[in-house]
């Protein structure tokens, strides 16, 4: 069974309550161990992979030796050939045919160090797609195990604190209030700060001289003439 | 970074980077460290913030089991379902007895980002109540 889906029993099995923890600390165990044998395992491959790599090119090499040497002596061969001597050609021709088996000795030696290698490659894939899996229901486990722990140390603080939790529609009601206290606030401010300024009653009732006005230099001397005049 | 850099890295913005609001932090102890942030004039519902392995978790807290009205559940459930995708950057889930909205960043998270997330899972959880109030007794 997969780790999502005991997790997911263990829901629905009750273990929803405070304290109880869904996973236990030994499948995490087991979980982590799983992972760190994964790794072991794919490290383990990839040495061996490079042994086999290491010889299969080192094959390679022996193979292309021994094809020029075939080469080189069948050259031989014709030369002796032209110059007519037989039984030279016949001795080179003997060498040639003993290298030929070494040459297929190699080759197959070379065949089977490629399908191992191919092997090998694939069982790392596998096992580092196997890791991966491992590892992602490794951080579910642990994202549920710090939710749960972190939402009782929430709960515990409360409780300490001797603060109630009070109901989410209280809660929206006191929020909703502070907001219109903010909001009436921000308005009154609004208001005393327009009564301050030149658009206010005064300075638009002062402006087309009604009421109590301030006097002025023209009306002072105003004030004069009229006093000489009399 | 640890819940203490996160902390002051938030107290270092500016108010814009906040959307205005004012945070006030409190480190709750335990097995789990979590950040308390309050934003001012809605302190009652605050945002917990904790860090995972794999990343930062911002939940709040909506309200638990018993304040459903019985009748109402599977509507309640329904109208998650037909929000959680909708809503920006947050999701609806449920830990013990409590629903919550929880958002997820990604640990490399700038703290503009994270401010964000707070801010609007914060918005998310006033207008969650909101609209699921008459589910609620």
Request: glycine share 4%; with cysteine; charged share 30%.
């Amino acid at each position: 069974m997969s780790l999502m889906k005991k997790i997911f029993t263990a829901f629905r099995g009750g273990a929803r309550e405070a304290g109880e923890a869904i996973v236990d600390a030994n499948s995490i165990r087991i979980l982590e161990q799983e992972i760190k044998d994964a790794e072991n395992h794919i490290a383990k491959a990839k040495q061996d992979l490079t042994t086999i790599m290491a010889k299969e090119m080192q094959s390679n090499r022996e193979i292309d030796r021994l094809k020029k040497q075939i080469e080189e002596y069948e050259g031989y061969a014709v030369e002796a050939l032209n110059k007519g001597d037989e039984n030279l050609a016949i001795e080179i021709a003997e060498k040639i045919a003993s290298i030929e088996p070494e040459l297929s000795l190699q080759e197959e030696t070379k065949s089977s160090f490629s399908a191992h290698a191919e092997r090998l490659k694939e069982l790392v894939k596998k096992t580092e797609r196997q890791l991966g899996e491992h590892k992602r229901q490794l951080v579910m486990v642990k994202t549920t195990d710090s939710v749960q722990k972190a939402t009782s140390a929430i709960s515990d603080n409360f409780t300490n604190s001797n603060s109630k939790m009070m109901s989410a529609t209280d809660s929206l009601q006191r929020i909703k209030q502070k907001q219109k206290d903010f909001d009436d606030k921000l308005k009154a401010a609004e208001m005393l700060e327009e009564g301050n300024s030149d658009t206010s009653l005064e300075a638009k009732m002062k402006k087309a001289g009604i009421g109590e006005q301030t006097s002025s230099a023209s009306s002072v001397l105003d004030r004069i003439k009229a006093k000489k005049g009399a | 970074m640890k819940i203490k850099q996160i902390a002051k890295a938030l107290e270092e913005l500016n108010s814009d980077a906040r959307e205005g609001f004012d945070f006030e932090y409190q480190i709750i102890p335990g097995e789990e460290e979590v950040l308390q942030i309050s934003l001012q004039n809605r302190e009652e519902i605050p945002v917990y913030l904790t860090e995972t392995d794999t990343q930062l978790l911002c939940i709040s807290y909506l309200w638990d089991e018993s304040e459903i009205k019985t009748e109402s559940k599977t509507d309640m459930v329904e109208m998650m379902l037909d929000m959680n995708i909708p809503m920006p950057l947050s999701s609806f889930s449920r830990i013990g007895d409590k629903y919550a909205v929880f958002g997820a960043l990604s640990l490399n998270s700038s703290a503009e980002d994270i401010a964000h997330e707070i801010v609007t899972l914060s918005d998310n959880a006033i207008d969650a109540i909101d609209v699921m109030s008459d589910f609620l007794k």
